[in-house]
Nanobody
Framework: QVQLMESGGGVVQAGGSLTLSCAAS????????MAWNRQAPGKQREQVAY???????NYLDSVRGRFTISRDNAKNTVYLQMKSLKPEDTAVYYC?????????WGQGTQVTVSS
């Protein structure tokens, strides 16, 4: 059974930084696509960033230039470095990994940005 374990969430003041980590454990075939999504209270879940096995990345417009996604394939881990955080970044952040045909989700980690 595959499990994703997230860490790094917390409370930070506006303008601050946090780095989220998500490590996969268990019997995993080749992980291809990794991503971070977030869900704010009363809003739909949205994809914040993704990274492919080849290293191609893409970002939500509102975080581009402030967030950086990266991965360590040897550790089956994906990271999200977040800088210049804003109150509107407050949400539960979920990691997502794909090892076709399976998709795995983390349990979520809370990020709260105070003004």
């Amino acid at each position: 059974q595959v499990q994703l374990m997230e860490s790094g969430g917390g409370v930070v003041q506006a303008g601050g930084s946090l780095t989220l980590s998500c490590a996969a454990s268990g019997s995993i075939n080749s992980l291809t696509y990794m991503a971070w999504n977030r869900q704010a209270p009363g809003k739909q879940r949205e994809q914040v960033a993704y990274i492919t096995s080849g290293g191609t990345t893409n970002y939500l417009d509102s975080v581009r230039g402030r967030f950086t996604i990266s991965r360590d394939n040897a550790k089956n881990t994906v990271y999200l470095q977040m800088k210049s955080l804003k109150p509107e970044d407050t949400a539960v952040y979920y990691c997502k990994m794909v090892a076709s045909p399976y998709t795995y989700w983390g349990q979520g980690t809370q990020v709260t940005v105070s003004s």
